[in-house]
């Protein structure tokens, strides 16, 4: 995972820096478009391609929590998500592939039975695909609004898994699952040259269910409907 989120941050980076070095240029610094033979100029073709790097921070969300001991009250902390993917625009329709990373998040359960410090710990990450739609609403002084949605999947992982109750030295090992993933966004865009574009927007994106290895006891945990609420900041860079 630590892999992971690295390429995923070294490819968002490439973005950043190169965004910024284009935008740094003056608009009168910009190619014009090439004059053909016949002395009319000729019509600039993009590709409709473009490939995009986002980052956000995520306000992480667990619906219930189902445990041997049952929980009174939990708590999962909010975490920082990156994202690369690659779409398709064509007029005021655009789609995309995106992969997520989501950092890993630090769960605690405290339970009746343990009220001074949480009985049950771990952390759990996320990676995610997802298949987005989105519809361009118009464009008005350079900002571009739209909304849209996405399906595919979610791999969320469970590690440091601890359980107070358990003999000391007892050691859980990691698991992992598989879910149903959707989310629908809605956000500002914004030309900053004729290949890149800005984006700001928001996020809800539905995780589905952790779960932890079992216990001797043949007891495990099972976190119930993850979910994310995320602002983020990201990149387009049009292909020609």
């Known amino acids: 995972m630590a892999r992971f989120m690295v390429l995923v941050a070294a490819a968002f980076g490439t973005l950043v820096l190169g965004a910024g070095a284009r935008a740094a240029d003056a608009p009168e610094s910009w190619s014009p478009p090439e004059i053909e033979k016949s002395g009319l100029p000729a019509t600039e073709l993009m590709s409709g391609w473009y490939l995009r790097g986002d980052i ?5 969300h667990i619906d219930s929590v189902q445990s041997a001991t049952p929980t009174i009250g939990h708590d999962y902390n909010n ?8 779409g398709y625009k064509y007029q005021w329709f655009r789609s995309d592939v995106t992969f997520d990373y989501g950092a890993r998040g630090q769960f605690r359960g405290i339970t009746a039975a343990a009220t001074a410090q949480p009985q049950y710990k771990a952390k759990i990450e996320a990676i995610t695909g997802l298949l987005n739609a989105y519809i361009d609403l118009g464009t008005w002084s350079g900002l571009t609004p739209y909304i849209g949605g996405g399906v595919g999947i979610s791999y969320l992982s469970s590690d440091d898994y601890a ?10 090992p990691a698991a992992a699952k598989w879910n149903f993933s959707w989310a629908w966004m809605a956000g500002l865009s ?8 800005v984006d700001v927007g928001y996020r809800y994106l539905d995780l589905g269910k ?5 216990e001797s006891t043949g007891n495990f945990t099972t976190w119930n ?3 994310a609420q995320e602002i983020r900041v990201g990149v387009r860079f049009l292909l020609d």
């Open 163 to 172: 359980n107070s109750a358990l003999p000391v030295g007892e050691t859980i």
């Open 210 to 214: 952790a779960v932890s290895s079992r």
């Open 79 to 86: 975490v920082v998500g990156l994202g690369v993917g690659v």
């Open 190 to 197: 914004f030309q900053i040259a004729p290949t890149w574009a």
């Open 225 to 227: 409907d993850l979910s």
């Open 56 to 60: 956000g921070y995520r306000y992480n």
